[in-house]
């Protein structure tokens, strides 16, 4: 959808969607090993999931600068931003979900980490916001620059997710978000 309508912050959403799938398959791995062996430490794989995501994130952010630099410079607007409106407010709804299922779970396991983990899904529900503010104010004044700053708030979640998920491969306890 962001590709077809040069929506380049749906675009840069939906890969970031992407990569926190990526992260979804280490949190799951936690799960299951806490259940399984409370005591064991944390596997090989999930801190290799950890830092697989830092690198994502970090990829993303050059990716969304790059093409961001690109459209300013080639005056490349979008053509609507109605798709943004209506994933980024399904995606609201959904994500206030997931938190509140994982800090339930958190809790039921007494897994501090997957307490802070569902904290930080907090910030998918902030990139989400950013997405829909800039696409109904694209819709409303089709100014170009309203993709290009929900381009650049993206960009700035997106450094801010590679570092926790390296600051967690790290074992950090407790990353910005929390």
Request: charged share 20%.
């Amino acid at each position: 959808m962001g590709v077809k309508d040069e929506t380049l912050s749906l675009f840069g959403f939906g890969l970031d969607s992407f990569i926190e799938t990526i992260s979804a398959s280490g949190v799951l791995f936690m799960i299951y090993r806490i259940r399984n062996k409370k005591d064991e430490e944390r596997s090989a794989f999930e801190i290799t999931t950890l830092k697989i995501t830092g690198w994502c994130f970090y990829a993303l952010v050059i990716i969304l600068a790059f093409s961001a630099i690109w459209n300013i410079y080639y005056g490349y607007k979008p053509h609507t931003t109605f798709w943004n409106i209506i994933v980024a407010s399904i995606s609201i709804v959904f994500m206030l979900i997931i938190v509140s299922l994982k800090k339930k779970i958190g809790s039921l396991l007494n897994s501090d980490p997957i307490i802070a983990d569902a904290n930080c899904g907090m910030v998918c529900v902030y990139m989400s916001i950013v997405l829909l503010v800039s696409g109904i104010l694209f819709e409303i004044f089709h100014i170009a620059w309203f993709d290009i700053l929900g381009t650049a708030g993206l960009i700035w979640f997106s450094v801010k997710e590679g570092r926790e998920a390296f600051d967690k491969a790290k074992g950090k306890a407790c990353c910005e978000c929390c």
